[in-house]
Nanobody, 117 residues
């Protein structure tokens, strides 16, 4: 089963930055949409940002101004989430989601982000 793979999470101090990566290893898969979500303990999964392979990006209100999605450069099935000025309430598991024309849709396993001093 085709599944995106996230990386880049970790422990960061408040005010710091992290850059998350998500890649679909199977380069032959025609991925046209990728998105980032997060889920904090005891909360529902929350949409953060999405990117079409055309370059069209959408950011949620909670992500705007601090988080930026980018990717699909050179035809790669990969996206990134640059996160700046991190706060304690950004602590969550961050998930990548993909949609493709030939391999369906899938979630990644997630990467933990912990913001703490």
């Amino acid at each position: 089963q085709v599944q995106p793979v996230e990386s880049g999470g970790g422990l960061v101090q408040p005010g710091g930055s992290l850059r998350l990566s998500c890649v679909v290893p199977e380069s032959h898969v025609n991925v046209y949409y990728m998105a980032w979500y997060r889920q904090a303990p005891g909360k529902e999964r929350e949409f953060l940002a999405s990117l079409l392979n055309s370059g069209y990006a959408v950011h949620s209100k909670s992500a705007e101004g601090r988080f930026t999605i980018s990717g699909f450069k050179g035809g790669d099935n990969s996206v990134f989430l640059q996160m700046n000025r991190l706060r304690a309430d950004d602590t969550a598991i961050y998930f990548c989601y993909m949609q493709s024309k030939d391999a369906g849709n899938a979630w990644g396993q997630g990467t933990q982000v912990t913001v703490s001093s």
